[in-house]
């Protein structure tokens, strides 16, 4: 009990401090989650706009084969990641094992279930009106599309919200690919794996720190996407004055 | 008279659904024409074909002349809109949703806001334009709707039922503003409705549509003066009743419709019988009235709607009829509803279809 206790103190001082290891843990972890998320909007966006979109034979055995993938332990994805990438492996050439770019390519592929699959259900939950609404207002297909895209806002947000927090949360495909390197170099412990080692090592008040700040990182996220969403107005509000005075300039000329 | 829009032979099939069945029709520029027809009669199809927003099967369908390639219709969809019967909306300000046609349209921010204004002037929207689209009542929604069209100033305009499932007032306006677009800015208005009295009252023509054909077209009081025998199978008709017809001695006919409703007939008549009641022949009253008209019926008032100069009763005698009053006639006699009336109408005054 009085190692808990004793950890919880020494992770408060420790974040209060600003000790620059747990500084540089936290921002690479909110660095290869980034990537990694923003890799997945990429290829995951247009990917849940095809098959929400566009009828096809297979969709719903896509549909379902995705949401499985969801589920999939995250040891295993890491295991298949890790024979893909090391050495002998059919792209080991590369040279990407143990570096931060094989956990921000194993977290964004990670995610990517996720992202798609809510990202299907928000597109398709869009009024099927829209498309053709947009189209008779004028807009081209891929005018349209974007209509729908925005209409499907929220959900599309929630899936890269959803997705963020998998893959900052994440430590099987971390460890196994990344490998946590700590030392000189090209570092690759982040929260996660940095949590796990400093438990079998003992720094009990490190982890809780760490433990703490992940916690803290996942709320403070979401608390400022909630408030975003709710202050879209407050937004248009700032930009008014703006517009109003470069219509006073543009009438003044 | 030029022609905006033609139709040749056009057919459109969902699998063996056959929804449009070669229909021609000949949309003549700054006419107001109204597709008249039960759910189902292929209506919205034709509103969707005429927009470019769905290939018809078969068939071809020319534009300002020219035939239309389905394959690629985005030039001729700036030149025609279509306002849907089920209001959909952007979820975004009422601003974003009329605009958008515009910002397609690379129309400058300037220009956009005036016309914007305007179109919310012209729909009686005035200063809504900061308000969020999804939560304005139904009737307003539908009003932004038709702005978000207006504002295209498109050569064609398109509405599917716009003024289903409206209060009176909303009809109104809506109403108001159909004829005075077509008259102020010639647009060409094709409306589907399955109410007769919008049908009889704002378009220059109508085409009755039944399953999938156009089976009568015509200015109103031609198609309403010749009721083929299609109208008797609109289940949305007004005053349609069926029943048995059976010979009086005195030469007319009595049909009985059920609920022990026998409405007189001038022809002599055996068998099935199909019989219609224009709303405005029926005379109402509060006390049964003396006179030489064979079918008086006593009943209630059941339903009013306000059609803008008239008003909609609904009188339950047995079967419900439909009689249409001036609005001063309704305030004069002062009706309300439950109230106890009788409705009077002369034999020949029914047509036996």
Known sequence: MADILGGIVEAFQLIFTGDPEILGIVSRSLLFSGTAVILAILWGTPLAMLIAMKEFRGKTVIKTFLNTLIGLPTVVLGLILFLII?????????????????????????????LVSIGVSAIESVDPEIMSLS??????????????????????ILSDIASFNRAIGELGVVLLVGGNIVGVGNRTDVLTTAISRNVQIGEIGLAVALGILLVIILFTINIIVAVLRKANYIVELAKAPYFRLKRYRETKQ | MMVIAELKDVTKAYGNKIVVDAVNLQIREGEILALLGPNGSGKTTILKILAFIENPTGGEVKFQGKAVNFKNTEKERMQSTLVFQKTTLFGTSVYNNIAYGLKIRKVPKETRD????????????????????????GGEQQ????????????????????????????VGILEDVIDTVNRENKTTIVMATHNMFQAKKLPHRIALMDEGKITE?????????????????????????????KATASGTSKVDVGNGVQIEVTSQKQ????????????????????????????????????????VKLKIDVGKTFTVQITKQSFNEMGLCLNAEVFITFKASSVQVL
């Open chain 2, 114 to 137: 005036r016309e914007v204004k305007k179109a919310l002037e012209i729909v009686k929207l005035e200063g809504f334009e900061k308000r969020n689209a999804t939560k304005l009542s």
């Open chain 2, 143 to 170: 009003r932004v709707a038709i702005a978000r069209a207006l504002v295209l100033k498109t050569k064609l305009l398109l509405l599917d039922e716009p003024t289903a499932n409206l209060d009176p007032k909303n």
């Open chain 1, 135 to 156: 189209k008779t207002l004028g807009a081209s297909e891929s005018q349209a599309q974007v209509a729908v895209l925005k209409e499907a806002a929220s959900g599309i």
């Open chain 1, 86 to 114: 090391s050495r002998g492996g059919p792209i080991g050439f590369l040279g990407l094992l143990y570096t931060p770019a094989a956990i921000m390519i194993g977290q964004a592929i990670l995610v990517t279930p996720i």
């Open chain 2, 271 to 310: 068998g099935t019988a199909a019989v219609f009641v224009n709303p405005q022949d029926i005379i109402l009253s509060k006390t049964a009235v003396e006179s030489s008209a064979r079918n008086v019926f006593k009943g209630k008032i059941t339903e009013i709607s306000d059609l803008d100069s008239l």
């Open chain 2, 217 to 245: 077209i015509g200015a109103p009081a031609e198609v309403f003066g010749k009721l083929s025998k299609n109208l008797a199978r609109f289940a949305a008709v007004d005053n349609t009743f069926t029943g048995t017809a």
